[in-house]
């Protein structure tokens, strides 16, 4: 029997982690996609190297070369395309990387492919997004509603989406867009806003932190664990014919929800009063010295230009067709999952800040240093 062999594009991610370890666990030979820099960011891959089965390749999905190459190399069964300029807000600051990236690269992928003549022995994942809905024209949102995109990061992922459904079309080959809604984990970057608030809510609970400031606490998002999304990428590749899926709970939150849930896993019961910029989320119940102070502000430099406020995903087609349970985790518990992560994460921050401060308060009276 030939051997399943896995490129990941996007591997150093949190769903690329988590990807390759469910690849792996199936008997998977992996292969990721790392670019070379000054700084380290393999912390979440960091305990596969080493693997017998998972091997790190440096190229980039600016450079075709360097893709044509690789896949050259690997001769993949199987291609998830993880790999984007992944946050929103950025890409109003930076539309032209977030174009040649997330748009440009997925095409990039499948002429790597088309070159080495592997159209019809390699399958092709893309790592799609529910911003595509953004200005949303149906509620919940499945694979027939309308894409109404309402950012440089939506749109460049639209141009992704169509051309793997015209390459399918136009040269058969088995390439996927998976819809994904709002997935998170206690590996998500700290950047957005789901795991900006699990670490502020563990920071505020041991005193490191005074304040979280935020958004729109309206923005409604449907929030699954990136853990169980994985499976419905791979579930989407052992598919009979080549489809595109929503992957989704059918669930949906608002910020403010996802925040009142992360405060009261760390302890903290709050009370929001006040609307819009004026809303404050007021301690009511939790460590004394918290207890009636505002710890929750909305702050204008976290309003986007164009703001998405209503995603909601339908996932009956990947429940029916591949199988899928989106609700192995649920929200409680993805957010109890992060808040505890990031609670010993803190605990451990600090612990460490206590022996170099003591290390330097002997350091001094030795007159080591000065």
Known sequence: MAKNIALITGVTGQDGSYLSEFLLAKGYEVHGIIRRSSVDFRERIAHLEGTPNFHLHYADMGDSMSLVKLVGKVQPTEIYNLAAQSHVQVSFDAPEFTADVDAVGVLRVLEAVRTNHLEKTCKIYQASTSELYGKVEEV????????????????????????????????????????????????????????????????????????????????????????????????????????????ATGVQHSVREFTDAAFKAAGITLKFEGEGMDEKGICVDGPAELVGKTLVEVSPDFYRPTDVVNLWGDPTKAKTKLGWNPMTTTFEQLVEIMVKHDMAKVAADNAADNIRKMNLAEYLEKGIVK
């Open 140 to 247: 919940p949102q499945n694979e027939n509603t309308p894409f109404h995109p309402y950012s440089p990061y939506a749109v460049a992922k639209l141009y992704g989406f169509w051309i793997i459904k015209e390459y399918r079309e136009a040269y058969d080959m088995f390439c996927c867009s998976g819809i994904l809604f709002n997935h998170e984990s206690e590996r998500r970057g700290e950047t957005f806003v789901t795991r900006k608030i699990t670490l502020a809510a563990a920071r505020i609970a041991q005193g490191k932190q005074e304040k979280l400031f935020l958004g729109n606490l309206d923005s409604l998002r449907d929030w699954g664990y990136a853990k169980d999304y994985v499976e419905c990428m791979w579930l989407i590749l052992q598919n009979d014919k080549p489809e595109d899926f929503v992957i």
